[in-house]
């Protein structure tokens, strides 16, 4: 299914569900509310953890999290929304458009 960490092949060899046609601005914006949400809970349990005083490591922890977890969520956004696009749009109805 995948040619690299953060791009699919073209197509399956078996039911030839096109992999790239869609998707990708799908997985992004999954990739965003993911990353934003781990920010948020890695901010707030930072700032009660400290009692509002909220230390340097709590900004840095929000920093790196929104830093590294984009470019490894990534590969699993896109898959979830292929899997989503392949439930609304089989390849079989794929197949009838394209005839």
């Not at 039911?15 to 965003?32: E, K």
Request: charged share 10%; with cysteine.
């Amino acid at each position: 299914m995948w040619a690299s960490w953060t791009s699919a092949v073209d197509s399956c060899p078996r039911c030839t569900f096109a992999l790239s046609r869609h998707g990708w601005l799908a997985a992004v914006w999954i990739n965003m509310w993911v990353t934003m949400g781990l920010v948020m809970v890695w901010i707030v349990g930072g700032l009660v953890l400290t009692a509002g005083e909220g230390p340097w490591w709590v900004t840095g922890g929000g920093v790196a999290i929104a830093v590294i977890v984009p470019p490894l969520f990534h590969r699993y956004a896109k898959g979830t929304m292929l899997r989503l696009l392949f439930k609304l749009d089989p390849p079989a109805t794929q197949s009838r458009a394209a005839r």
